[in-house]
């Protein structure tokens, strides 16, 4: 059996082991030290916001991001229903109600017509939304200037989920700073990892610094050990802070590595009838197309499916992946309501992620060619 090609993978720079001896050699083994500040101000500089916190988790970013806003029990948020998981369990930590928000057809992430209708709608039954999450899936930014100018109108912050578009940006502005509060996730397949990880970024600093309270225990200022808030263990260990800090120093390598990715599938697709690819809607959006993302429609393919495809693949030891099932079908969801368009269903029916890693070589490009060459007959 041929190696595994993974969907997508750690690709380290090189210089993540010099600050993680550091921390060593200095003995900061503990969930504060030089890389936690270093990593948080490189991370706050390159989405040029004021202040990121370094956290253990994206969903850990979310949860404290959904507890700074205020959400309590009993309370509604509205996600977007075409994402992970993890854009919503904070939701359901707290006791609160996700309404869930369908996709547009052009970036595939939160309708602007369908999050109003819910707003109104949840209004109109007597609950207004505490927070909006749009998520930028696979890269691709979702239309925040709608989103944003709908969001202001009602007074409800955004919480950016950015878990997957580190490095994309919309009008020339990263994704991560549209919002009120950015969540991004180092998680080991993400377009930069610390093994595991994530972060709050924001340009309110008073929010960055609470996030930093809540994420070491809450402790108030006194000799001892006093608490007047709940506190949670998410602070970022100093250890994969350093391996944050070398990858900082590739992020734009890596993005442009996976844009040539992108590319390059969509010129060896270009001609086959019935693959169409995940596309930006105009120039204003740059996707760091973290994952490539395509649509089979086996009407125009001759009867192949995009599950056909992902078993051609694993039969040849690679990995593809369908596309998130949509959080408003899935069995734990299911029960809260749902303001569709139909978008993200017939997405999901027909979407396939294509590995997409930045470390991919030419024999892993070739072997990927071959086997999409032998399935779609080209
Ligand atoms: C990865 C991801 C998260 C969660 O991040 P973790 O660091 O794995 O907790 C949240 N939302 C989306 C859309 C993601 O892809």
Redesign the pocket.
């Known amino acids: 059996m041929q190696d595994k090609i993974w969907l997508s993978s750690p690709h380290m720079g090189g210089n993540e082991m010099t600050y993680v001896q550091e921390a060593y050699d200095t003995n900061w083994v503990a969930p504060l030290g030089h890389n936690v500040n270093e990593f948080e101000r490189s991370l706050a500089d390159y989405i040029d916001v004021k202040q990121a916190s370094a956290l253990s988790?994206?969903?850990?970013a979310?949860h404290l991001a959904l507890i700074m806003l205020g959400v309590q029990a009993g309370d509604e948020v509205i996600v977007q229903s075409f994402?992970?998981s993890?854009?919503v369990n904070p939701v359901l930590y707290l006791g609160a109600t996700p309404i869930f928000v369908d996709s547009e057809e052009d970036t595939w992430n939160m309708s602007p017509i369908a999050l109003k209708e819910a707003i109104d709608d949840r209004i109109s039954k007597g609950k207004k939304p505490k927070a909006i999450i749009p998520?930028h899936?696979y890269g691709m930014p979702a239309k925040m200037k709608e989103i944003k100018e709908i969001a202001n109108f009602y007074s409800i912050p955004i919480v950016e989920?950015a878990?997957?578009a580190l490095g994309s940006t919309l009008d020339g502005i990263k994704m991560g700073a549209w919002g009120k509060l950015g969540?991004l996730?180092?998680?080991g397949n993400?377009i930069i990892t610390t093994s595991?990880?994530?972060a709050l970024v924001s340009d309110d600093e008073t929010l960055i610094e609470k996030s930093r309270f809540l994420a070491s225990q809450s402790r108030d200022d006194a000799p001892y050990y006093q608490h007047s808030e709940i506190g949670y263990n998410y602070r970022m260990s100093n250890i994969v802070a350093g391996i944050g800090r070398g990858q900082m120093e590739v992020l734009s390598d890596r993005v442009k590595q996976r844009r040539k990715v992108n590319a390059w599938y969509k010129i060896l697709l270009a001609e086959q009838k019935g693959i169409h690819f995940h596309n930006a809607p105009t120039k204003d959006y740059y996707s760091n197309y973290w994952l490539t993302s395509i649509i089979v429609d086996p009407k125009e393919t001759g009867g192949i499916t995009h599950n056909d495809i992902r078993l051609a693949l694993e039969k040849e030891n690679i990995e593809s992946r369908l596309l998130w099932k949509p959080m408003h079908l899935q069995p734990i969801f299911s029960k809260y309501p749902f303001y569709s368009t139909g978008v993200s269903e017939s997405l999901f029916e027909k979407g396939l992620c294509l590995p997409s890693g930045s470390n991919m070589s030419e024999n892993d490009m070739e072997r990927i060619k071959r086997t999409l060459k032998q399935i779609l007959k080209f």
């Open positions: 988790a994206g969903t850990a979310l994402t992970f993890a854009s998520v899936l989920d878990a997957e969540v996730s180092f998680n993400k595991g990880g994530g």
